[in-house]
C-alpha cells in the first residue's frame, strides 16, 4: 500500500485528480486495477443472472419444443406445443382475463391513485398517516391479503361486503363463486392494492413540479380545477407513462390473489395466463406446453414494453 | 405559458385596488377547502384501511359472535385467545422463523452482491460494463412467472444433491432445501440498478483521492464510498426483506415439509385446515401481515425511496 506516487497537494487533489495526472507507469498501473477490480466486483451478480435468469430462458425455449411430463426424459415435438396453445381457448381466455383486470382495473386505481396525490401533496394535518393507509395494501403480503377478501366476500351473513350491502337491502351475494361476479370481485382487490404505489410515485412526481408554476396561475386567478389541469396533469405525463407501463407488467403476474381467492375460477372466469401456466406445469404435468405458455407469456410482456415505446412515442425519456 | 392558463380566467390586468379583498376572499376559500378535503381524506382513508381493521376486529372475536345475526360490527370482548389457538393448531411460530431466515438471508445477500455489480458499473471502467448494464436492465424487464418453471427444473436436477447423479437425475436435487429456498433469489437485477443510482450520484473526484493515496481498490469501494451510501444500503435490504417475507409461488414450489415451509405458505395451507374457523384464519393473516407493516411504519422513507423507483410490486 506504499506508494511513491504523486506529489500534489491535499488542496489541488480534486483538480489534478484524474489518472492522466499521474506519471504513466502508476497511471497504467491504476487502470489496470481498475479494470480488474471492475470485472471482479460485477462478476458474482452478472453470473448469478446469467445462470438463474439468462439460462431458465434458454431452457424455457428448448423444452417448449419438447413433450416433457417431469418423470420420462423430454422428446422432441417440434411445434406441436404451439399448436395446441393456438387452439386451447382456455389459455387466450386466461389472456383475455389479464386483459381485462388491466383495462378496468389500471386506470381506475391510477384515476384515485391521482386523487389522492393531489389531495395529499398539500400541507394538512395527519397527511403522512394518511399515505401510510393508502400504502398499506401494497406493503402487505398478497396472501394475506386474498385472505382478508376472501373473507370481507364471505356470502354467510358474517362477511363484511354482505353486511354492508344488507344495508341497503341488497344480496347477499355470492362474490366469488358466480361467474359473472368473480372477476369483477377479483378486479376490486386489484384496484384497491393498486392505488398505493401509483400514489407514490405520483406525489414524487408532484415533487419535481416547479411551484412557481403555480404562484404565476394564482397570480392570473386561475381556480383549483383549471390548475390541475393545465399544469400538474401535463407535468405528471412521464409519472403516468412510467406508472402505466409498470402496472401493465404486473398485471400479468397476478398469481397470488388467483391461487387464494378463487384459484382460477368458478368455471375458469378468473383464471390468468401465470395460474393457467402453473396448472399445466404442476397439475397436469405437461412441462414442455407450460413452457411454450411461459416463452408466449415472455413474447407479450416484450411487445408490450417495446409497443408502449413506440405508442407513447419518447415520452419516457423527457 | 401563463395567458392560455384558461377562458373565463379572471383578467389578469384588472385594477390592482381590489388586491385585497380578493386575498382575503382567497384565504377563506383556501380553509373552505382543506376542510373538505380532509374530510374526502378522512372518509376514503378509511374505506382504503377498512380490510385491515376487519382482519383485526375478526382475529379477535368470539367465534360464536360470527354466527349470530345481526352480527355485531364491533365485538363485545377481545379473545387474545384466539392467537394462543391458532399457535397451537399450525407451526406458526416455525413458518415466521423460516420466513425471516429467508428474508434476512436475501437482504444480505443482495446489499452484498448487487452493491458490489452497481459500484462497478457507476464507477470503475472495464471493457464488459456497457454490456452487463445492458445485461441487468433486460433482466429487470424478464418476469420472474416466465422462468419459474425451468428454474424448478434446473434446481431439482441440482447434480449430486439430494441423491441426484453428476448429471442431475435421480433424486430431488435442491427441493426441500434451503439451498432452493434462498439461491435463485440471491441476487436481484433491480437491485443491481438501484444500487448504480446511488453509487452515480457519489463523487468521483473522492475515488481518484483516494487512489492517489494509495488506497486499495477494494478498499475505496467498501471504506471510502459505500459508508456515503447508507440509505441506498438501507432501501435495498428493506426491500429485499420485503419480497423474501411476502414471496409465496416459489417456497409453494420448492417446500414440501413443515419444517421449511415460510409464513405465506403456512397460512394458505392453514386456510385447508382450518377450513371456516374465520377467527382463527384471522389471527394467522395478522400474524403474517403485521410484521411488515410495523417495518414499513417505523423505516417509511426508505421504503418510500425504493418503491417509487421500482414501480413494481
Known amino acids: 500500500m506504499t506508494t511513491t506516487a504523486p506529489t500534489t497537494s491535499a488542496g489541488t487533489a480534486a483538480h489534478a485528480a484524474r489518472p492522466d495526472a499521474l506519471p504513466g507507469r502508476r497511471r497504467r498501473s491504476v487502470r489496470t486495477a481498475e479494470r480488474r477490480w471492475g470485472l471482479l466486483l460485477a462478476a458474482p451478480a452478472t453470473l448469478h443472472t446469467l445462470i438463474w435468469i439468462g439460462a431458465p430462458i434458454l431452457v424455457a425455449i428448448v423444452l417448449s419444443f419438447t413433450a416433457y411430463d417431469i418423470i420420462h426424459a423430454p422428446e422432441f415435438a417440434g411445434l406441436e406445443n404451439y399448436a395446441t396453445i393456438f387452439t386451447d381457448g382456455l389459455f387466450w381466455l386466461s389472456v383475455l382475463h389479464n386483459v381485462i383486470i388491466a383495462a378496468v382495473g389500471i386506470p381506475v386505481s391510477m384515476f384515485l391513485a391521482l386523487v389522492f396525490a393531489t389531495m395529499l401533496d398539500r400541507a394538512l394535518p395527519g397527511r403522512g398517516a394518511f399515505r401510510v393507509m393508502v400504502f398499506l395494501p401494497h406493503i402487505t403480503a398478497t396472501v394475506a391479503v386474498a385472505m382478508i377478501w376472501l373473507w370481507i366476500y364471505s356470502p354467510s351473513q358474517s362477511g363484511l361486503m354482505n353486511v354492508v350491502l344488507g344495508l341497503v337491502g341488497i344480496g347477499p351475494l355470492p362474490f366469488l363463486t358466480d361467474p359473472d361476479l368473480a372477476l369483477g370481485s377479483v378486479i376490486l382487490v386489484t384496484i384497491w392494492q393498486g392505488i398505493g404505489l401509483k400514489m407514490l410515485i405520483y406525489l414524487a412526481a408532484m415533487q419535481g413540479v416547479d411551484d412557481q408554476l403555480y404562484e404565476a396561475a394564482d397570480l392570473d386567478g386561475a381556480n383549483a380545477v383549471q390548475k390541475f389541469f393545465r399544469i400538474t396533469v401535463p407535468m405528471l405525463k412521464p409519472a403516468t407513462f412510467f406508472i402505466l407501463v409498470t402496472s401493465l407488467i404486473s398485471n400479468f403476474q397476478t398469481f397470488d390473489l388467483i391461487y387464494i381467492l378463487t384459484e382460477g375460477g368458478p368455471a375458469n372466469s378468473t383464471s390468468v395466463v401465470t395460474y393457467r401456466i402453473y396448472q399445466t406445469a404442476f397439475q397436469e404435468f405437461r412441462v414442455g406446453l407450460a413452457n411454450a405458455q411461459s416463452v408466449i407469456l415472455l413474447l407479450i410482456l416484450v411487445v408490450l414494453a417495446f409497443l408502449s415505446r413506440r405508442i407513447v412515442g419518447g415520452s419516457d425519456d423527457d | ?313
Open chain 2, 1 to 313: 405559458m401563463t395567458t392560455d392558463l384558461a377562458p373565463g380566467a379572471p383578467d389578469p390586468l384588472a385594477p390592482p385596488h381590489r388586491g385585497r379583498a380578493r386575498d382575503r376572499s382567497l384565504r377563506r376559500q383556501k380553509r373552505l377547502s382543506n376542510t373538505l378535503v380532509l374530510a374526502f381524506l378522512i372518509i376514503a382513508s378509511l374505506i382504503m384501511a377498512a380490510p385491515f381493521l376487519w382482519m383485526a376486529l375478526s382475529s379477535l372475536r368470539d367465534p360464536t359472535e360470527l354466527a349470530r345475526t345481526p352480527m355485531p360490527l364491533i365485538p363485545r370482548d377481545l379473545r387474545l385467545e384466539n392467537y394462543s389457538e391458532a399457535l397451537g393448531r399450525a407451526p406458526f411460530a416455525t413458518y415466521a422463523r423460516n420466513s425471516l431466515i429467508l428474508a434476512t438471508a436475501a437482504a444480505v445477500l443482495n446489499v452484498v452482491f448487487a452493491s458490489a455489480c452497481g459500484y462497478a458499473l457507476a464507477k470503475l471502467r472495464f471493457r464488459l460494463a456497457p454490456a452487463i448494464f445492458a445485461w441487468m436492465v433486460a433482466c429487470i424487464m424478464i418476469p420472474f412467472y416466465a422462468t419459474v418453471i425451468p428454474v424448478f427444473l434446473m434446481v431439482r436436477h441440482m447434480p449430486l444433491f439430494g441423491g441426484n447423479t453428476i448429471l442431475g437425475a435421480g433424486g430431488t436435487g435442491w427441493i426441500d432445501t434451503w439451498w432452493a429456498l434462498i439461491v435463485p433469489g440471491a441476487v436481484s437485477p433491480f437491485m443491481v440498478f438501484l444500487f448504480r443510482q446511488f453509487y452515480v450520484s457519489t463523487p468521483s473526484e473522492l475515488i481518484e483521492a483516494a487512489r492517489l493515496d494509495g488506497v486499495s481498490e477494494f478498499g475505496i469501494f467498501t471504506r471510502i464510498i459505500t459508508p456515503l451510501i447508507r440509505p441506498g444500503l438501507l432501501t435495498v435490504g428493506l426491500l429485499s426483506f420485503e419480497a423474501g417475507w411476502n414471496n409465496f409461488l416459489w417456497p409453494l414450489l420448492v417446500t414440501t415439509s413443515d419444517d421449511l415451509r415460510v409464513i405465506q405458505v403456512g397460512i394458505a395451507s392453514f386456510r385447508q385446515e382450518a377450513s371456516t374457523d374465520w377467527h382463527l384464519l384471522m389471527a394467522g393473516t395478522t400474524l403474517a401481515a403485521v410484521p411488515m407493516i410495523v417495518l414499513f411504519l417505523i423505516f417509511q422513507r426508505y421504503f418510500v425511496q425504493g418503491f417509487a423507483s421500482s414501480g413494481i410490486k
